[in-house]
């Protein structure tokens, strides 16, 4: 079974500074892996995803993740953090028909 | 959140009603799924179909019921409604190569 963690509830971080939202995954053979941000009352929006090829990753907004094989992880990154980036921000990884989701950290950007 | 449609937006049953939460996408896609959000608890599978008249379950199938008569309509059923289900429902459709998924705006629903 397949199995994504967010250890993190919550990151704060300056507005201006550098971000990283964590993410590790348990899946059998070559993962394919997401990362979704969800605004108030909205629904998920896509931000990049990882199928294979070059471990970085970049994506909508400026964020960009970093695949790593051996330590089993994901993590978003951004190099300078906006007010506007404060949300939540989901992790998944899809094998066969099944996409599941880690449990979400809330991002705080603050001015 | 263009090409699913899901509705109603907002909905409140009593305990033991029933009802259907209506998911329909104009894309033509065979995969649809239904999720529901928890706090903490990120998004979790509750059914999924691969095409009309194929379904199958998720993590957390009990309580619900799907059907799929058409490519367009995937509708998630309430038979009982319990207060465990109180939660926000996402239906989304899988987009073709590399598995990218798009989700509706989803349904929140309150069970008293």
């Known amino acids: 079974a397949q199995s994504v963690a967010q250890p993190e509830d919550q990151v704060n971080v300056a507005e201006g500074n550098p971000l990283t939202v964590k993410c590790t995954y348990s899946v059998s053979g070559n993962p394919y892996l997401f990362w979704y941000v969800q605004y108030p009352n909205r629904g998920l929006q896509f931000l990049l995803k990882?199928?294979?090829?070059?471990?970085l990753v970049k994506g909508s907004y400026g964020f960009e993740a970093e695949f790593n094989k051996s330590q089993t992880s994901f993590h978003l990154k951004k190099p300078s953090a906006l007010v506007s980036d404060s949300a939540l921000y989901f992790c998944a990884s899809n094998a066969g028909n099944m996409l599941t989701f880690g449990g979400g950290t809330r991002l705080m950007v603050k001015p | 959140n263009a090409g699913v449609t899901q509705t109603p937006k907002f909905q409140v049953l009593k305990t033991g009603q029933s009802m259907t939460l209506q998911c329909a996408q104009d894309m033509n896609h065979e995969y649809m799924s239904w999720y529901r959000q928890d706090p903490g608890m990120g998004l979790r599978l509750i059914h999924y179909?691969?095409?009309?008249?194929?379904?199958d379950q998720g993590e957390v199938p009990n309580g619900y019921n799907v059907s799929r008569s058409t490519t367009e309509d995937f509708p998630l059923r309430l038979l009982s409604a319990a207060p465990s289900q109180t939660s926000v429902y996402f239906c989304?459709?899988?987009?073709?190569?590399?598995?990218?998924?798009?989700f509706g705006s989803g349904t929140r629903l309150t069970v008293v």
């Open positions: 179909s691969v095409g009309a008249g194929i379904t």
């Open positions: 989304a459709i899988r987009t073709g190569g590399g598995y990218g998924y798009t």
């Open positions: 990882y199928i294979t090829g070059d471990n």
